[in-house]
Structure formats: structure tokens, C-alpha cells
């Protein structure tokens, strides 16, 4: 599968963003899909996930009542609004696909995208 992701950019601090990821070659409900976040000088980490059925989602703490990832399986997509936004949250977004079953580790998704830039001004 390969992933593209798009809708990143510069934002005033409490603005608001939706990242999309959509993919090409197999369908996103073929598996759990995730966004990660690096910033410079930081190790990649963990957003968010949702499971190939759409069902189940899973937020990382810091992101938890302020992000919401979703999936459109008809147009192959999948989704990552983000609310609230803090200068902390400025990195680069990857959308990624993961064999695996609810993986929270990086290591655990063999599909990424591009990255997309999210720059959150105090």
C-alpha cells in the first residue's frame, strides 16, 4: 500500500487542522491505520490509531479530547482532526499501516507515508 499524506500547515495556537492520509494499492480496511508525530530532535511517536474494521480507536495521552482519527473506506482515506492545537504539537504527521493489531510502536507499521508539516504558532 502506498500512503499520502496531506493538509498540514501553519496554525495559531488553540487552531484547528485535519491532516488526510489516503491510500493507493490496497484498502485502508485492510489494516489498522496510525498517525505519528516527530519533531526535530525527537523520536518518532505515537498519535493515534484506528483498527481496520473503523470500530476501535486509540489516542495517545497527550493528544487524548483534543485529536479525532476517522476513515472514509469509500474514498480510501483516513483522517486525523486535531483541535486545540498547542505550539507542543508542532512536528512532522506521518499516517502509517500496520499489519499488527492495535500497534502503538512505530516498528510494528511497514507502510508511511511522506509526512506532512504542522507548525503551531504561540
Known amino acids: 500500500v502506498q500512503l499520502q499524506a496531506s493538509g498540514g500547515g501553519l496554525v495559531q495556537a488553540g487552531g484547528s487542522l485535519r491532516l488526510s492520509c489516503v491510500a493507493s494499492?490496497?484498502?485502508?480496511?485492510?489494516?489498522?491505520m496510525g498517525w505519528f508525530r516527530q519533531a526535530p530532535g525527537r523520536e518518532r511517536e505515537f498519535v493515534a490509531l484506528i483498527n481496520r474494521r473503523g470500530g476501535t480507536t486509540y489516542y495517545a495521552d497527550i493528544v487524548k479530547g483534543r485529536f479525532t482519527i476517522s476513515k472514509d473506506n469509500a474514498k480510501n482515506t483516513v483522517y486525523l482532526q486535531m483541535n486545540s492545537l498547542k505550539p507542543e504539537d508542532t512536528a512532522v504527521y506521518y499516517c502509517?499501516?500496520?499489519?499488527?493489531?492495535?500497534?502503538?510502536?512505530?516498528?510494528?507499521?511497514?507502510?508511511w507515508g511522506q509526512g506532512t508539516q504542522v507548525t503551531v504558532s504561540s
Open positions: 494499492g490496497r484498502t485502508v480496511s485492510s489494516y489498522d
Open positions: 502509517a499501516a500496520s499489519g499488527s493489531y492495535s500497534a502503538t510502536l512505530a516498528w510494528d507499521y511497514a507502510y
